[in-house]
């Protein structure tokens, strides 16, 4: 079932507009998305996405690596001027964090931490 068939069907069945989404083939992203992500994320290899619509909005998750082999997510909206990337996620290491973000975060974090709940990652987990 294409994207738009299945997107009207869940509308039908009463899904709220808010919690729709649907995954995409890497192939099917539009030619004018791609150019987006190449320019912002320059030799990106998108390795999965996903199409969300969310208050009338439209956006994609595209996941993928940069050249250097690290992961990066990409949220892309559809605007009337074209496709907007509104937030770039990747994972970096606890010492990469900038300073006055590491200091905002450790009150929170360290009855976390420190109550054995979680704990920051030393290393990368296996693929």
């Known amino acids: 079932m294409g994207v738009a068939r299945w997107l009207v069907s869940m509308?039908?069945?009463?899904?709220p507009a808010a919690?729709?989404?649907a995954p995409i083939s890497p192939l099917d992203l539009p030619a004018d998305m791609r150019a987006t992500i190449e320019?912002?994320?320059?030799?990106?290899?998108?390795?999965?996405?996903?199409r969300k619509?969310?208050?009338g909005r439209i956006y994609h998750d595209v996941e993928g690596r940069r050249p250097d082999g690290a992961e990066v997510e990409l949220?892309?909206?559809?605007?009337?001027?074209?496709?907007?990337v509104v937030e770039i996620?990747?994972?970096?290491?606890?010492?990469?964090?900038?300073?006055?973000?590491?200091?905002?975060?450790?009150?929170a974090l360290a009855g976390i931490i420190?109550?054995?709940?979680?704990?920051?990652?030393?290393?990368?987990w296996p693929h």
């Open 11 to 15: 509308l039908a069945c009463g899904v």
């Open 19 to 21: 919690l729709l989404a």
């Open 39 to 50: 320019k912002t994320v320059p030799g990106m290899m998108i390795t999965g996405a996903e």
């Open 53 to 55: 619509e969310r208050d």
């Open 75 to 84: 949220d892309i909206l559809q605007t009337p001027g074209g496709w907007e």
């Open 89 to 107: 996620q990747r994972d970096i290491g606890w010492a990469d964090v900038p300073a006055l973000a590491r200091d905002t975060a450790a009150p």
């Open 114 to 124: 420190d109550g054995g709940k979680a704990q920051l990652l030393t290393e990368a």
